[in-house]
């Protein structure tokens, strides 16, 4: 894990510890970013999901978390991807209630209502890319 000047922290995620890691700096990130407790947990659960798909579907990837801005707002930026199988179907990967039960049971569709701005690529045989930005206020 490193952390550089522009406010950014990158995460190889290949086990649970990296998962916490990811948690952990996410919210560390976050608090700098202004964000209220209970968005720090928002975000921190999030982070959790996503990660946790890396670690059970693709064995290992990473998680970016950015501070960022836009014009007339300040939040964070979550980037986690992976060179993994790809997800076949991404509207049944999407349904509320489509989880593995292994992490915390909001899957997917469950990070994405927790966000204010979700976004996931995903190929068969290329991996999967999933953006999530939460915005202050």
């Known amino acids: 894990m ?6 950014q922290v990158h995460v190889r995620i290949q086990s649970a510890a990296d ?20 968005n720090l947990t928002v975000i921190a659960t999030a982070i959790s999901e996503v990660a946790r798909n890396i670690v059970e ?6 998680v970016v978390i950015s501070l960022v801005d836009d014009a007339s707002k300040t939040g964070v930026e979550i980037v986690a991807s992976d060179q993994g199988p790809g997800i076949a179907d991404v509207a049944t990967a999407m349904r509320d209630g489509d989880s593995t039960l292994r992490g915390l049971g909001i899957g997917l569709h469950g990070a ?6 979700f976004a996931i690529v995903s190929a068969i045989g290329t991996g999967t890319v999933v953006t999530m930005k939460k915005w202050v206020g």
Do not use: C, K, P, Y
């Not at 490193?2 to 406010?7: F, G």
């Not at 948690?23 to 202004?34: E, F, K, M, N, S």
């Not at 579907?57 to 990473?62: C, I, K, Q, T, V």
């Open 2 to 7: 490193t952390v550089n000047r522009d406010s």
């Open 19 to 38: 998962i916490v890691a990811a948690r952990q700096q996410g919210r560390a990130l976050a608090a700098i970013a202004g964000f209220s407790h209970s």
């Open 57 to 62: 579907h693709a064995r290992e990837g990473e």
């Open 112 to 117: 994405r209502q927790l966000m204010d701005e």
